[in-house]
């Protein structure tokens, strides 16, 4: 097998790969893994991950297996398996016949244990969780030896059959490493392998009532998968040795495992127990709400699986760790979403215009065009009558400085259609609220200028009242009013950087009549209002909910701007 040709720049695990290759270090062959822990739902940040192995993988020839880590069952469910291979496959990508389960080891891996345990690098351990830990020392103390630290082989192997058996209660003893309490690397002061922990699996049932501990199981489901090089974030770093020592200790297949940095994204937690802490706490509506960072949030809210694969590949792979602002995300989305999809007019907070001198009966068809970035998606019909709706922020009684849209006396452009001018405000005689505005048109300015060459300095978009379709459109902002979150002092901690402001519900709003048959899903740009999408989850014929996806305003230049100043 030889690296394939690619545009892609390399980072430094590419380059290791295609070394490998050259080299022949593992027969030609490049085994990659994504092994998530049936916990939780996926979120950008695993994205990351997944377009590295995955496409690693695709890039030189290979095979990525989808693994998964399921050896706490108190914490698993079946919703998060499922969840978890949609996501991969909504990205793009297709583990095919390489799906796997750290259950589908735990025989081998029971036989691995009692294999160290004669080598005498094993023991049965009957301190406390929180005796462990103080024995464990500090990173400035080394650790004590645990009393049962001595016991013989023949004693562990019995103490060890009898806790799968089932003799002992949850927590009583677990199974250690005997490696050495002195070691610099707190993960290798006689790690825990194996707890007892009675809990249904969702796969093996009440079969074990002893489970193996994560990084006892990760490298060992490697070695038996036949990975080549086992790609692991940053955090992972300082557990390398222990990987190293189990593989080694046992004499089996040893992969080599690779460290990368994390994503981290403003405005975003990604850590998934402060995920749950928002969801089991009424932060949000559930783990696919669109303000979560979750891939089946930001599916929900519109953004296409080609942007995010966009923007995993920009942000790149590195050692160190690094915060990319969420502005080249959505700077990233906006290019997807400007490309691919249609221009719609629709109205979310609307003022009545009645045009006096235009037909009551009359009911024009306005040629609007689809996508100016791309011409193959053509031209639709919209209608334009008497009664119109346009936004409420687009007239001003009062106008400020620089308010160049309606006002008394004042004409604009309607998009697609005609000059109006405002003649008159009709007001709600208790509130004092303008609730109509009264117009006339110009009948020479369809679709273009005036012919006496006059200008107006705005173009609004409007809908037709009496065609509009009425919708809910929820408008969403950053979950997090604060850049970093997990910066948080206050007592609250993160949780006190919510932004009281990230959904706003409006139910009024009215849309052009081409959207009365959106499907759940179909994205569009609403003119001058930015990027939304039919909501899957809550929208139906006759009721439809759109998502802002995102604003038109793209900040990112700004952040550069900034960055290079400081930088």
Sequence with gaps: MTAPATTRAADFIRTIVAEDLRTNKWGGRVVTRFPPEPNGYLHIGHAKSICLNFGIAEEFGGACHLRFDDTNPSKEDTEYIESIQEDVRWLGFDWGENLFYASDYFDRLYAYAVQLIKKGKAYVCDL????????????????????????????????????????????????????DMASGNL???????????????????????????????????????????????????????????????????????????RLNLTHTVLSKRRLLELVEGGHVTGWDDPRMPTLSGLRRRGYPPEAIRRFCERIGVAKRDSMVDIALLEHILREDLNR??????????????????????????????????????????????????????????????????????????????????????????????VIELRCTYDPETRGGDAPDGRKVKATLHWVSAPRAVEA????????????????????????????????????????????????????????????????????????????????????????????????
């Design 128 to 179: 406390s969780q929180e005796e462990i830990r103080e024995y464990r020392g500090t990173l400035t103390e080394p650790g004590r030896e645990s009393p049962y630290r001595g016991r013989s082989v023949e004693e562990n192997l019995d103490l060890f059959e009898r806790m799968r058996a089932g003799e002992f209660p949850d927590g009583s003893r677990v199974l250690r490493a005997k490696i």
């Design 187 to 261: 993960n290798m002061r006689d790690p825990v392998l194996y707890r007892i922990l009675r809990a249904k699996h969702h796969r093996t049932g009440d079969k074990w009532c002893i489970y193996p501990m994560y990084d006892y199981t990760h490298c060992l489901s490697d070695s038996i998968e036949g990975v080549t090089h086992s790609i692991c974030t940053m955090e992972f770093e300082d557990h390398r040795p222990l990987y190293d020592w189990v593989l080694d200790e046992l004499g089996v297949y040893h992969p080599q495992q690779i460290e990368f940095a």
């Design 340 to 433: 691919r999809v249609p221009r719609v007019m629709g109205v979310l907070r609307p003022l009545r215009v009645v045009i006096e001198n235009y037909p009551e009966d009359r009911i024009e068809e306005m040629e609007c065009v689809n996508n100016p970035e791309d011409p193959a998606m053509g031209v639709r019909k919209v209608p334009f009558s008497r009664e119109i709706y346009i936004e409420r922020e687009d007239f001003r009684e009062e106008p400020p400085r620089k308010f160049y849209r309606l006002a008394p006396g004042r004409e604009v452009r309607l998009r697609y259609a005609y000059f109006i001018k405002c003649v008159d405000v009709v007001k709600d005689d208790k509130t004092g609220e």
């Design 472 to 567: 809910e459109v929820r408008l969403y902002d950053h979950l997090f009013a604060q850049p970093n979150p997990n910066e948080a002092t206050d007592e609250k901690g993160f949780k006190a950087c919510l932004n009281p402001n990230s959904l706003a519900v409006l139910t009024s709003c009215r849309l052009e009549p081409s959207l009365r048959e959106a499907r759940p899903g179909s994205r569009f740009q609403f003119e001058r209002q930015g990027y939304f999408c039919v909501d899957s989850r809550d929208s139906r014929p006759g009721a439809l909910v759109f998502n802002r996806t995102v604003t038109l305003r793209d900040t990112w230049a700004r952040v550069q701007k900034a960055q290079k100043k400081q930088g």
